[in-house]
């Protein structure tokens, strides 16, 4: 137990916007240091891990209550950070840099314990769990991700009917548009299939992305009423930095990656081969082990402490935060990694 007590670093990163937001200056790009400075440099420097737990303690280690707590945490401190935020920036006058260091200091925090989190919670089977997931995906303004994430993306990874899945040679500014788009219409699609199966009108209050739209209005309206209009641009600013950097992280995850289609017509079953995985354990650790990717979609309800390492699966060059800075240099990122996903494809 005293070595899962690690897991507590990934708190680091929501307590770096606090400061950010405290201290001003320079220091309100805190969290921009922290996740693009600090942890690249940490996964250079410490070992890489492949250990996986045994199998006979997972059943055991995925009910400690202490790696849940550690998600459900994440919902009052996210909040907490955002009512700081437009309570400082309603009151005070600062210079544009500190306002942009403090909104991208909050925007990677709506993503890495926002929308991380609630990709994780999206998961489980409880209601009140996926209650959570949604409660974070609110301050992404990104809702329908519960939908799309879990019916439209785990189904069709690595196929091109996947709009987060990216293309061999795409970069991934191109993939955002495609992506960001792609799978808000999904969402929308996959709803309406839902409610026409089960008998029940478009236009009814069940249905989800109705209600998630009506609710991310509420939220922004919420802001707006408590610290002025003005105030909604910068909750929309938040919003799109933590959304983008979640389509980066899907960017990554991803790129080139295909499963062959089979002479029936239907893809061949999800494998390790089909994501890209980092074991950069400190990474793994700040983003809840979301780097054992291929684990992931191999089995969805596997709770993020018992995820495992696959030999077979495609290694990134670096961890999560150094390839998405990579990625954002398509030159650079194509001169790495086209050449493994060829060597995959040999395979």
């Not at 437009?86 to 200091?105: A, K, N, R, W």
């Not at 909050?106 to 609630?118: D, E, K, M, Q």
């Not at 919420?222 to 980066?248: K, N, Q």
Request: aromatic share 14%.
């Amino acid at each position: 137990m005293w070595k899962d007590i690690k897991y507590l670093i990934a708190y680091i990163a929501p307590l770096s916007v606090f400061f950010a937001i405290y201290q001003q200056g320079i220091w309100s790009y805190s969290a921009v240091y922290v996740a693009f400075v600090f942890i690249p440099i940490l996964d250079v420097l410490s070992p890489q891990s492949i250990d996986n737990h045994p199998a006979d303690m997972e059943e055991g280690r995925s009910k400690i209550v202490f790696f849940d707590l550690m998600l459900y945490l994440n919902i009052p401190i996210l909040y907490l950070a955002i009512v700081y935020y437009f309570q400082t920036l309603s009151t005070g006058s600062f210079e544009t840099y500190e306002i942009v260091g403090m909104t991208l200091s909050l925007g990677i925090i709506v993503s890495t314990i926002g929308i991380n989190v609630a990709h994780e919670l999206g998961h489980r089977t409880n209601k009140m769990e996926q209650n959570m997931s949604k409660t974070l995906l609110l301050t992404a303004l990104y809702m329908h991700f519960f939908i799309e994430h879990n019916r439209g993306h785990h189904k069709n990874i690595a196929t091109d009917e996947d709009p987060a899945s990216a293309r061999y040679g795409e970069t991934v500014y191109a993939f955002w548009f495609r992506s960001v788009f792609g799978g808000y219409k999904n969402a929308w699609k996959l709803e309406a299939d839902r409610l026409k199966k089960i008998g029940i009108s478009f236009w009814s209050w069940k249905n989800q992305m109705l209600r998630f739209q009506i609710i991310q209005i509420a939220y922004l309206a919420t802001i707006g009423f408590i610290w002025g209009l003005s105030m909604i641009p910068y909750a929309i600013a938040i919003a799109i930095t933590g959304f983008l950097l979640l389509e980066c992280v899907n960017y990554i995850e991803h790129y080139g990656l295909r499963r062959k289609k089979l002479e029936s017509g239907r893809y061949e079953k999800v494998n390790q081969l089909h994501s890209w995985n980092s074991d950069h354990e400190v990474g793994r650790i700040f983003l809840y082990e979301l780097t054992r990717h291929s684990d992931h979609h191999f089995r969805a309800t596997r709770k993020y402490q018992i995820l495992r390492h696959f030999d077979e699966s495609p290694q990134l060059p670096h961890g999560y935060p150094a390839s998405i800075l990579m990625s954002l240099v398509p030159p650079l990122w194509f001169l790495v990694m086209n050449k493994k996903v060829k060597a995959i494809q040999v395979q």
